[in-house]
């Protein structure tokens, strides 16, 4: 079981990012999938969830409808693309595979000017 992080960076505050998190070795189709985050000196915190076939989504509380999680099944890939960044969403973001309890290496995401 594998998943890798890309598409972490450095953007500007009320910038956007695309993170991709691609999945090897299981069935990626038949799994829910997540994003957690964790900053520097914070507990790591739940971001989103998607179900199995992509039809129901959910957000952590901080959210507030800039963050968008999806799915492509086809491409064994989850996505999170972030709008609206503020820098206290500066942390590393992580995938997860719930079920399987496999954690990404994570990707950076600095928000600053």
């Known amino acids: 079981v594998q998943v890798v992080e890309f598409g972490g960076g450095l953007v500007q505050p009320g910038g956007s990012l695309r993170l991709s998190c691609a999945a090897s070795g299981f069935t990626f189709s038949v799994y829910r999938m997540s994003w957690y985050r964790q900053a520097p000196g914070k507990e790591r915190e739940f971001v989103a969830r998607?179900?199995?076939?992509?039809?129901?989504?959910t957000y952590g509380d901080f959210v507030k409808g800039r963050f968008t999680i999806s799915r492509d099944n086809a491409k064994n890939t989850l996505y999170l693309q972030m709008n609206s960044l503020k820098p206290e969403d500066t942390a590393v973001y992580y995938c997860?595979?719930?079920?399987?309890?496999?954690w990404g290496q994570g990707t950076q995401v600095t928000v600053s000017l």
């Open positions: 998607i179900s199995v076939s992509g039809s129901s989504t």
């Open positions: 997860y595979v719930p079920t399987l309890n496999s």
